[in-house]
């Protein structure tokens, strides 16, 4: 690089658009907006934490990953930048969920439903003696 200032400055700002870092959409969000999300995401905690002490049955599952869903989209929307993103990121992030939502409700769906099979799915195989590991079959009690 020159030592000429206008020259140093150009060959910078081309090295700096040579890597895509151009001119284009940068955001910067602000401090307030941060502590909004922090106090936000504390706020999401703490219910995670009240909601973990009262039995909802079996909707406690439920009940703490929607939260931790709601959680992580604020991470995602917030920090990551996602929200001021092109739209296909948005698409990608929000396929990335709509999968995990998938997953979710299939492996639920199997747990759900195991016991519809009757109790002869249930039922353990017949032995004919209870099974002792060999190196304790010769050790006497």
């Known amino acids: 690089m020159s030592s000429h200032p206008?020259?140093?400055?150009a060959h910078a700002a081309h090295a700096h658009a040579a890597h895509g870092?151009?001119?284009?959409?940068?955001?910067?969000?602000?401090?307030?907006?941060?502590?909004?999300?922090?106090?936000?995401?504390?706020?999401?905690?703490?219910?995670?934490?009240?909601?973990?002490?009262?039995?909802?049955g079996s909707a406690n599952m439920l009940i703490a990953m929607l939260i931790a869903c709601v959680k992580a989209s604020l991470v995602i929307a917030i920090f990551m930048h996602v929200w001021w993103d092109t739209a296909i990121n948005k698409i990608m992030f929000l396929g990335s969920f709509l999968f995990l939502s998938l997953l979710f409700a299939f492996t639920l769906?199997?747990?759900a439903?195991?016991?519809?099979?009757?109790?002869?799915?249930?039922q353990r195989?017949?032995?004919?003696?209870?099974?002792?590991?060999p190196a304790l079959a010769d050790k006497k009690p």
């Not at 959409?25 to 999300?37: D, E, I, P, R, T």
């Not at 106090?39 to 934490?49: C, E, Y």
């Not at 439903?113 to 249930?122: A, E, F, L, M, Q």
């Not at 195989?125 to 590991?133: D, G, I, L, N, T």
């Open 6 to 9: 206008d020259t140093a400055h």
């Open 21 to 56: 870092h151009g001119e284009g959409h940068h955001h910067v969000a602000s401090a307030g907006l941060f502590l909004k999300v922090l106090i936000a995401l504390l706020f999401l905690t703490g219910i995670t934490v009240g909601a973990s002490r009262v039995d909802f």
């Open 109 to 111: 769906a199997d747990q």
């Open 113 to 122: 439903t195991r016991s519809w099979d009757g109790p002869i799915s249930v």
């Open 125 to 133: 195989a017949p032995v004919a003696e209870q099974w002792h590991h």
